[in-house]
């Protein structure tokens, strides 16, 4: 048998959100590249409702990831994330095989324990998401070697394929929706451990917003263990009742959810890149990021959205009001942030900037020729 490099992911179910994402269009590349046959080794079981895994669920992961390299049928291994990577650690050396890490944000410049140093120390080549990660990681951990920058793609549905999609439509979203026109969408995990996400700044901003704009609603997609929280805190505000949380979305409800919004509003301070607002983009969405983390490398300030500090709840206040009453304002932001997703973060430039980080770090360790690749056979 041909060996073919294999790909260790967290999850591959739409329920782990970008981590998923990522694993699935990391998934693609290496198919696309190297063939159907490469090997993928998942931690979460498939169908499971939680990213949480127990000791034995951790265990077996590590020895699914020893036996493909033990096997010599995978020449190399790609590690979607951190926070697995770190089970090469403990792979014996006699069959242990060259690596890449792909590396996404907060957890690659926090304090890192001995097997996550370990291995990022030991990888052929460190991948990640975006300029600040790479910026962040090399600030916090200056021995780290240089990582290659590949900025994430969308997963587009079908209908979304034509960069000509007429968007005159969303100048006034939702109207038929039980949300109604001045919907303000964020989508990700409510997790105490992820509070940077922006869902608390939102709350304190709501209540200057629904007295400017009164049928606006604020509507939190996503799951965690930070929800009822959330909740509690929009009663006290006096704003509960326009706070809308829906749960998990399907990726059918979800793009529905896209589509019946006016403005996506993910205000954080921690995203290593943020791929809702490629997808709120995609959607013909105006979006609100913020200048503390990745998102300046998305979101084109006052061209397809507004970039605010977290901090400032006054100016979040106004950048959201702003958008919910100009709908022309909205749908001119809303064209130009579809046309700079599709034709910036397309699968196409991210597939290049992997494969040639990857043919560049194991062609020549693992004795290929410079051969044509398949990416060269396509062009």
Known sequence: ??????????????????????????????????????RVVTLVPPGATSLDTTTPERVAFGARVAWAQARRRCP??????????????????????????????????????????????????????????????????????VP????????????????????????????DQPW???????????????????????LDAWPTVVADVPDARLVFVGEGDDRARLRERAQALGVGASLVTTGFLDAVALDAAYWSAAVFAMPSRNEGFGLVYLEAMARGLPCIGSVLDAAAEVIDDG????????????????????????????????ARGRQRALQRFGYPQFRDRVVAALHGAFDKAIGVPALASRTDERR
């Not at 000509?164 to 109207?175: N, Y």
């Not at 709840?313 to 959201?320: V, Y």
């Open 180 to 202: 109604g026109p001045h919907a303000v969408l964020i989508v990700g995990r409510m997790a105490a451990a992820e509070r940077y996400k922006g869902h608390d700044e939102l």
């Open 76 to 145: 190399w291994m790609l590690f979607a994330h951190l926070a697995i990577a770190r089970t090469q650690a403990y792979v014996p050396l006699p069959v242990r095989r060259p690596y890449a890490i792909f590396l996404h944000g907060i957890e690659s410049w926090r304090p890192l324990s001995p097997s996550q140093e370990r291995v990022l120390r030991g990888a052929s080549v460190l991948l990640v998401n975006s300029a600040y990660t790479a910026r962040r990681v090399r600030a916090e951990h200056p021995w780290m070697p």
């Open 303 to 334: 061209g397809t959205g507004y970039l605010v500090d977290q901090r400032d709840i006054g100016e979040l206040s106004l950048r959201l009001i702003r958008l919910l009453r100009d709908p022309d304002l909205r749908q001119e932001m809303g």
């Open 1 to 38: 048998m041909t060996s073919m490099p294999g790909l260790a992911a967290i999850t591959l179910d739409p329920r782990g959100g970008g981590v998923a994402t990522v694993s699935r269009l990391l998934s693609r590349v290496l198919v696309d590249e190297w063939g159907d046959r490469c």
């Open 148 to 175: 290659r920058v590949c900025p994430l793609a969308l997963e587009l549905p079908v209908d979304l394929s034509s960069s000509t999609l007429d968007l005159s439509s969303a100048s006034d979203r939702g109207g």
